[in-house]
């Protein structure tokens, strides 16, 4: 295992962004690099930064409250009577914890949802709570639980690459139909065109 891996199989994987990382894996990589400190993790807490500590042989250092600060974690839970399916929380959850569709009720599936509170803000009617996590989760969050978070998030990142270059080829591959027809290569069209553009009086 890298270093970073080791750093990150101690990270909560709650994809939340509070430590100023697009989730816990890049956070790794850059305290693997030295770009970042050990203390930016508030669902980690001091327990995490001990065991980051630790694992570097560095003094374990307060938690940093500009990227928040320690609490009981938390699990989504949408209010059904008050949703109207606008996809914005599907949009937000980096661990893809939400079912539904465009216009239809959504759900939290609790037993996927790493308490990271993104989908909260993106929310439009507020109709999104947070409740205590279960015990038993919480004191699963180092072991299978955190490996099912890390899995989920690699899958939707791969899945989300995978649509960006869909959407990027297809663009690409319209606008070059676009301009073929505009500027025909094949030498009947070609010269059609020329002579379209000489009985209107255009120059060739």
């Known amino acids: 295992?890298?270093?970073?891996?080791?750093?990150?199989?101690?990270?909560?994987?709650?994809?939340?962004?509070?430590?100023?990382?697009?989730?816990?894996?890049?956070?790794?990589?850059?305290?693997?690099?030295?770009?970042?400190?050990?203390?930016?993790?508030?669902?980690?807490?001091?327990?995490?930064?001990?065991?980051?500590?630790?694992?570097?042989?560095?003094?374990?250092?307060?938690?940093?409250?500009?990227?928040?600060?320690?609490?009981?974690?938390?699990?989504?839970?949408?209010?059904?009577?008050?949703?109207?399916?606008?996809?914005?929380?599907?949009?937000?959850?980096?661990?893809d914890a939400i079912i539904g569709a465009p216009k239809v009720m959504h759900t939290v599936v609790s037993d996927d949802c790493t308490g990271c509170e993104l989908c909260v803000p993106a929310c439009p009617v507020d109709c999104i709570v947070l409740e205590p996590m279960p015990q038993a989760q919480v004191d699963d969050l180092a072991h299978a639980h955190a490996d099912a978070a890390r899995l989920h998030f690699q899958r939707r990142e791969s899945r989300l690459t995978r649509e960006k270059a869909q959407r990027e080829a297809e663009l690409a591959a319209r606008k070059a139909e676009m301009a073929a027809v505009q500027t025909p290569t094949n030498p009947v069209l070609a010269a059609l065109a020329r002579a379209k553009a000489k009985q209107q009086g255009k120059p060739q």
């Open 1 to 95: 295992m890298s270093l970073a891996d080791r750093i990150d199989a101690l990270l909560p994987q709650t994809q939340c962004e509070q430590c100023g990382y697009h989730g816990c894996r890049p956070y790794a990589e850059a305290i693997a690099r030295g770009d970042a400190r050990i203390n930016q993790c508030p669902p980690g807490g001091a327990a995490g930064i001990a065991r980051l500590a630790e694992l570097l042989n560095v003094p374990a250092l307060p938690l940093d409250p500009e990227h928040g600060i320690e609490k009981p974690r938390t699990l989504a839970r949408i209010v059904e009577a008050d949703c109207i399916g606008c996809t914005k929380c599907i949009q937000a959850c980096p661990v």
